[in-house]
């Protein structure tokens, strides 16, 4: 009887072996399918109670979390809290991934696809993507004659990651503070399979509480993201 949640007993109850064994011995980590689950089932959480989630946000990716006396979080310094494989698509967008639950945030991407096209990042609110304000900086770095070249764009629509080539490439996005009412700034890494290494950065004057991010290819590739949240204690 695994995954019965919690139970609270009362007084002259007759407390069964099944009782023992499914809440006070398999349940002593309490399982739920969702934090919406949690929150009616204990209102009222005490420091120490530990959860493991079935299913959170929209990702499903399952998590263990023990409530600090403020606040429900993992025990884990980086938690994984979105992640998708996708097959001959042109853009990702991951909605409803930025909470308060964390400042800052990583975004891994490896993408394989055609030999044309840049990748590029846009934040996405409510649903709908940030197509202004956007002002970014950055260098490639040839890995064939070491040559390094730079570039900048200000008052653009979106941010540069990398161009996309038929080897396999990977990257790196730092979030910082997209759930804050400000603006926000990102730094990017990318490594390409036959073309090079860029680092930039760039920052969005869009002072919304950012709650998701698009990543595009101009064609169609195949690859996967995930998406990280980083604890402060």
Known sequence: MAGAGKKTFTA???LTASDVNTYLMEQSV???AGTAA???AIPTPTTGMTSYIGVTGTASI???ETYTGSAWQTPYGATLVASRSFTSAASVAFDNVFSANYTNYEIFWNL???SAGDVVFQWRLT???VATSYASTG????????AVSAYGANAST???LAQVGTARMSGSVKCFSPFVASVTHITTHHSHGTNGVHLGGSYNLNTGALDGFKISAGVNVTGEIQVYGYRKS
């Not at 260098?139 to 070491?146: D, E, H, P």
């Open 127 to 129: 649903g709908a993507d």
């Open 139 to 146: 260098v490639v770095i040839s890995t064939t004659t070491g």
């Open 30 to 32: 309490m399982y739920f």
């Open 112 to 114: 394989l696809g055609a």
């Open 12 to 14: 002259g109850e007759v």
């Open 38 to 40: 949690r929150s009616s």
């Open 158 to 160: 979106l941010s540069y």
């Open 62 to 64: 399952p998590q263990i």
